[in-house]
Every structure is written in C-alpha cells, then in structure tokens.
C-alpha cells in the first residue's frame, strides 16, 4: 500500500511539473527543478536527467537514512523518471502565474505525501529530512531555503521574472508539504489515570518515546491518580490515545504544542 501511495505521489508531481512548470519554463525544487532547466538547455530527456542526479544522494540517503527510506526514494526516483518521460508537455493554462501557482501547489502534494509515507522524492529532501532529524527545522522551510539557488540559476539563465515565478512555485510548494508531512511538529501529552503502570508498560513496548509519570489526586474526588507525560511527534497521538483508552477509558489526556525540545529526543 506505502508503495502504491508512493508512486501515485511520483505521478502527481510528474503531472504538475509536465503541465504546469515545464511549458513556461518555471522551474520546480530540488534535484528535478535542476533536471528541467539541463532538459531545456541541452537535448537530454528531464527524466532520465533526474534518475542520473539522484543516484549520489541515494548513497548519502542510505547511510543516513536507512534501507527502507532509501528502497522507498529509489521507487520514487525510478517512478518519477519515468512519469517525467511519458507525460508530455502539454500547458494547462496559458497563465503563467496560475502555472507556477498550481504547478507547486500540486508538486507540494505529492511532495508531501511521499514524505509522510516514509520516502522522499530524492535530491534535496534527502539532505532536507537529515538535518531536520537534528534540529527544529521543518523539512519544507528547510527545502524553501536550499531552492534558493534554483531561483538564482533561473534567473541567470532565463530572466528575473521567471525568477519569481520559480520562487513563488517553491514557496508553495513547501507550505504544502508542511502542511501534509507533519512529523517535526512536537506535541507534548499529558495523560491523567488510575491505571498508570499497565499503560507504562504499553507505551513502552509500543512507542519509541520515554514517559515521565508524576503521583496526583482528583481534585473534586480525591482519587489517587497517575500523571503521564511524553513529547511525541504528531504522528504517534492517535496510536498513544488507542494504548490509553485500551486500558482506561476515562482516563484524561491533554496535547498541546511544543516549541521546542533541548534534550534527548529521537527524531527518526
């Protein structure tokens, strides 16, 4: 199933850059925005420009990240290629705004969905989910950032006003993939119970996360109370709030956002 959601992210962002980027000469992020303008500048195919640039950085995605994130952006990598070659280039719109408006919105979307179903789509997001797993830096802030020299090649070898087109395309295109993959956002839950060791005990087995449990009372009932408290990532609240209602289904959980966590905290 993650590999079908996988390929099918790879046809959206093929699509986006095919109908929307490519015909205006809008380029899109990371390494496929570098293979459009080399396919536009030289006789080679986008596609199999994009599967040559990422070859180096799936060797870094595989020391780095692991075999199954790597087999998962390789399926992505050998998808996408090949998308790129078969969708032609053919405009949605003669707008050029409403191209580089829509062209990264849905590049963003599959981007995204990529992303939260543990691959990438190669190039930078490798680079991206590496440093984002140390610090507190979001992958589509941090990807935004990087691109930034995508825009600068534009201009240079286009003009400036396609420039800011590229820049907007990417803008967009993070804000969606923020918006979709989720996982460097920091809930803090605190889980209030009477049956606090047999939910220690699940958490522990079941989530990669440490708990901190505090003794209280119920203040209208004076019942003896256990407090539990994890930092977990957005991701792992639904399978937490399951192991707590399996146990004790009156139990009391709060979520609220963490600025930020200074300490151990396992971000993979």
């Not at 996988?6 to 992020?29: D, M, R, T, Y």
């Not at 600068?152 to 804000?175: E, M, P, R």
């Amino acid at each position: 199933m993650k590999n079908l959601i996988i390929i099918v992210g790879s046809l959206i962002i093929a699509f986006g850059f095919k109908c929307f980027l490519v015909p205006h000469g809008i380029l899109s992020s990371g390494i496929s925005g570098i293979a459009i303008l080399l396919g536009i500048l030289t006789p080679f195919d986008t596609g199999l420009l994009n599967f040559v640039l990422n070859l180096p950085l799936l060797v870094l995605g595989y020391y780095k990240l692991g075999k199954k994130i790597t087999v998962n952006t390789l399926i992505c990598v050998i998808s996408l290629s090949i998308f790129l070659y078969l969708i032609p280039a053919i405009p949605v719109t003669d707008n050029i705004l409403l191209a580089s408006i829509f062209g990264g919105i849905i590049g963003g979307i599959g981007a995204g969905l990529i992303l939260k179903y543990s691959g990438t789509s190669g190039g930078l997001d490798i680079i991206a989910i590496i440093v984002s797993r140390t610090s507190n830096v979001s992958v589509g802030l941090l990807l935004t950032g990087m691109n930034g020299i995508i825009v600068l090649l534009s201009g240079a070898v286009f003009n400036w006003d396609i420039a800011l087109y590229t820049l907007l395309s990417i803008y967009l295109t993070g804000k969606m993939v923020d918006t979709i993959y989720t996982n460097h956002e920091k809930l803090t839950m605190q889980i209030v119970t009477t049956k606090g060791e047999l939910i220690r005990k699940d958490l522990l087995e079941s989530i990669y996360r440490g708990v901190t449990i505090t003794d209280g009372y119920g203040g209208y009932t004076l019942e003896e109370k256990q407090i539990l408290m994890m930092v977990v990532t957005r991701y792992e609240t639904m399978q937490i709030k399951q192991i707590v209602r399996k146990h004790d289904n009156k139990a009391f959980i709060n979520i609220f956002e963490t600025v930020e966590v200074d300490g151990n905290f396992a971000r993979n």
